[in-house]
């Protein structure tokens, strides 16, 4: 039976795969001890910290596997997760979404309550804001200015002159600077592993340069934290960096597959469905588990190969082959063959069920409330794993 770290906990002697209502969301525990303990592996061998990004899994329980106890380090994208964790022992925490200034109160109140919380900002209004704070007395959680690596979304250049002028405000204001945090995002375009240690190298660089540039300038900058799951597996060297952070290899999906970071059989998490119909004329099988259970998410459809809405696996996580979720409505999945393949569809019967892999884990597994534990290779159910919500 699979440890359950809410509680009460929730265990199930007789349900299975085979009983359980669907669409339902299930994840294989098995795959995400060994998701964890591949990049735990490598990053103890690089020299560097890992703090999850535990924004995939929004579950306590996920969240315990990578520290059966303990309080973290861990990365959270909302100050929903924030507090959820902290209620759960986890106290060393960076909120890694740029800090809108009128969450500084909710910020505030988790360092009072004995959070070590690290916020991230990237201009000089979001300091000012926070040394206005920290003049009227509030506690004040530690800093992290975000650095732009690959332009793909918010950050400074290592160069701008702002980043210094932000470092001054905070030190001016009695905020604590800790460091710079970068995101290669822009990794998600590489395909088939290739550019990934380039993109690494890229993140490294940027983050320890705009470490530099500060510690010229005479400002602390203990952390210098990188990270997303591309560049983690792939960079070969991480010198100057203190911590990575990485979120969705704990589950992996069909992009990182298409990214060339997993294989398939890495992947932990699937959609259970049940076939409800045929329409063997326009070669369809439809299930009931449309975009409300898959999510929207298409993100494999620049991909050489295009996943649909999901590969489709038989009931025990085993891929059918060419077989995807080419189309879905709120609740159908139309089961068809991929274009330009010749296979045929597979025979399955009304009533019988399949499982789905998701084009992105973090999206399909926000659609859902719980997981179903299954063990790789059982049907049975070994537990019900809550998931948390909200911002
Ligand atoms: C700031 C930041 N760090 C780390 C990550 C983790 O990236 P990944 O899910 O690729 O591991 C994300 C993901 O969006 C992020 O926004």
Same mark, same amino acid.
């Given at each position: 039976m699979i440890e359950t770290a809410t509680k009460p906990a929730v265990t199930v002697e007789t349900a299975s795969l085979d009983s359980i209502a669907t669409p339902a969301l299930i994840l294989d525990v098995a795959r995400v001890d060994r998701n964890i303990a591949r990049l735990r592996g490598r990053l103890s061998d690089l020299g560097v910290q890992f703090r999850p990004h535990v924004k995939t899994g929004k579950s306590v329980d996920v969240a315990r596997r990578f520290f059966p106890e303990g309080s973290g380090p861990i990365t959270v994208s909302t100050l929903a997760e924030a507090d959820y964790f902290a209620s759960h #022992?986890?106290?060393? $925490?960076?909120? *890694?979404v740029g800090l809108a200034p009128e969450k500084i109160g909710r910020a505030s109140a988790l360092v009072a309550q004995g959070v070590d919380l690290t916020v991230l900002i990237d201009s000089v209004e979001q300091a000012g804001a926070l040394a206005d704070a920290a003049g009227r007395g509030v506690a004040m959680p530690a800093v992290l200015i975000e650095v732009d690596c690959d332009g793909h979304r918010g950050g400074l250049l290592p160069d701008d002159p702002a980043l210094i002028l932000i470092a001054d405000m905070l030190r001016d204001g009695g905020v604590a600077l800790r460091g710079v945090l970068t995101h290669a995002g822009e990794s998600y375009a590489c395909r088939d592993g290739a550019g990934l240690p380039e993109a690494a190298e890229a993140e490294r660089a940027a983050a320890v340069g705009a470490a530099q540039a500060l510690r010229a300038k005479g400002h602390p900058c203990p952390v210098v934290s990188v990270g997303s799951t591309p560049t983690a597996h792939f960079a070969r060297n991480l010198d100057g960096v203190t911590e990575v952070r990485a979120g969705v290899f704990v589950f992996f999906d069909l992009v990182m597959h298409g990214i060339g970071v997993c294989a398939t059989d890495d992947i932990a998490l699937s959609v259970l469905a049940t076939v409800i119909g045929h329409r063997p004329q326009k070669g369809w099988i439809l299930t009931d588990a449309g975009w409300m259970a898959l999510s929207r998410d298409r993100g494999t459809q620049a991909h050489p190969v295009d996943q649909g809405y999901g590969l489709v696996c038989d009931v025990d996580g085993v891929p059918f082959g060419d077989v995807i979720v080419g189309d879905a409505s709120q609740e159908h999945g139309i089961l068809t063959i991929r274009p330009g393949s010749t296979a045929a569809l597979p025979e399955l019967a009304l009533g019988q069920r399949v499982r789905v892999f998701p084009n992105h884990a973090c999206a399909t597994g926000a659609q859902h409330e719980t997981y179903q534990i299954v063990e790789t #290779?059982?049907? *049975? $159910?070994v537990a019900h794993w809550p998931r948390m919500r909200g911002w």
């Open positions: #022992g986890f106290n060393d $925490i960076t909120y *890694a #290779g059982s049907r *049975a $159910i």
